[in-house]
């Protein structure tokens, strides 16, 4: 079965520099969710899209912004990048009903140097 | 979203089952049971949910008490590969519809 795909899954960049991490959800998944992950903490919710429209926002930095396409593919720029921003970033989707559950893609592993 | 409790770790001999309990008491009576787990830095995987009756799948059964007030998941045969952090979750569906907010798990470590 075709699962959340993520790319790239490694990025190595500067401080300073952007980044921009793609995800592409299941076919017929029509909602997108990102979170953060750094070392040893839990995943945190950063943003999620409904229908290319932005359905919620949690702790997610001014210097970050993202936006689902018309595909449903979902793209997460992150721009000025800090040391602080190394860490897991994984994409989920799920449908909008009721009752299902969301699946998880492998991640990006993003570290500043 | 109602706040959860688990214990931070458990261990679990190969081969029997595994049952981890979440105290969720401030549920609301639309809030939904998750469970995920992830298996070192690999992206969360699902494994049941419910709202208000035991749910069975081919990974594990999900037991709520009657006041829905705490669950258990319970993995039938561990084995070592579901050695992971789990994750219990309440959520209601509803304008931010499956966002989920993890909080401290409870590492599970299968031992032979």
């Known amino acids: 079965a075709a699962g959340v795909i993520q790319s790239p899954r490694h990025l190595i960049k500067e401080k300073r520099e952007t980044a921009t991490l793609k995800c592409y959800p299941i076919?017929?998944?029509?909602?997108v969710y990102w979170y953060q992950q750094g070392p040893g903490q839990d995943p945190q919710f950063l943003i999620s899209?409904?229908?290319?429209?932005?359905?919620d926002k949690g702790s997610i930095p001014d210097r970050f912004s993202a936006q689902q396409f018309s595909d449903y593919h979902s793209e997460l720029n992150m721009s000025s990048l800090e040391l602080g921003d190394s860490a897991l970033y994984f994409c989920?989707?799920?449908?909008?009903?009721?009752?299902?559950?969301?699946?998880f893609g492998q991640g990006t592993r993003l570290t500043v140097v | 979203d109602a706040k959860t409790t688990q214990p931070p770790s458990m261990d679990c001999a190969e081969g029997r089952a595994a049952n981890l309990p979440c105290n969720h008491s401030?549920?609301?009576?639309?809030?939904?049971v998750y469970w995920y787990r992830q298996i070192h830095s690999q992206g969360p995987q699902y494994i049941i949910h419910?709202?208000?009756n035991n749910e069975t799948n081919e990974m594990a059964s999900l037991i709520i008490t009657e006041d829905r007030k705490s669950s258990t998941l319970i993995l039938p045969h561990a084995t070592l590969r579901d050695t992971a952090v789990y994750y219990c979750?309440?959520?209601?569906?509803?304008?931010?519809?499956?966002?989920?907010?993890f909080g401290q798990g409870t590492i599970l470590t299968v031992h032979p």
């Open positions: 989920a989707s799920s449908t909008s009903r009721e009752n299902t559950e969301a699946f």
């Open positions: 076919p017929r998944h029509d909602t």
């Open positions: 899209f409904y229908e290319k429209m932005q359905s």
């Open positions: 401030t549920i609301s009576g639309n809030e939904y």
């Open positions: 419910g709202l208000k």
């Open positions: 979750i309440v959520m209601v569906w509803g304008t931010s519809y499956g966002k989920l907010t």
